[in-house]
């Protein structure tokens, strides 16, 4: 999540993956904070070189080797609301769930698809404890010029 990304995604429909979705491109600029110790990143709904009025938020991370997770806070700009995040590993699949406020269907998983890429899907967990998928975040660097 370090870089430059542009953002594309898909809606999970009758049990399969939507076409991709590319009229709305929304953007994310992460980098080490905290002398390497942190993560921060910015989300644009769009990309604000496109849209500068652009929905925005700021994403902060930090590990804490202790329990062997990411403590993770994440506001936006449109509503002043600090949402609580951990991230761990859960079957060998980094796993990101709600900790405060309750956000039904926040929850998601990160997975690469390269070198310059990665995907965040986003779940409901079932009663039965089984997952629904709800939508994927794509995620593409944007080369450097």
Do not use: H
């Not at 990143?41 to 009025?53: F, I």
């Not at 998983?109 to 079932?126: I, K, L, M």
Request: net charge neutral.
């Amino acid at each position: 999540m370090i870089g430059d990304f542009t953002i594309t995604g898909r809606v999970w429909t009758n049990g399969e993956w939507g076409p991709v979705i590319t009229s709305q491109r929304a953007r994310l600029t992460g980098r080490y904070i905290l002398n390497g110790r942190a993560i921060q990143d910015e989300w644009y709904d769009n990309d604000p070189g496109l849209n500068p009025a652009s929905t925005r938020g700021v994403t902060t991370r930090i590990y804490d080797p202790a329990t062997k997770d990411w403590k993770v806070t994440w506001v936006s700009a449109d509503k002043p609301v600090i949402t609580q995040l951990g991230v761990a590993m859960e079957d060998g699949v980094l796993t990101m769930r709600t900790v405060s406020p309750e956000t039904p269907n926040y929850d998601a998983v990160f997975e690469r698809t390269g070198p310059d890429g990665w995907t965040r899907t986003a779940f409901r967990t079932n009663v039965d404890g089984s997952r629904t998928n709800l939508w994927q975040a794509i995620a593409t660097r944007i080369p450097c010029p």
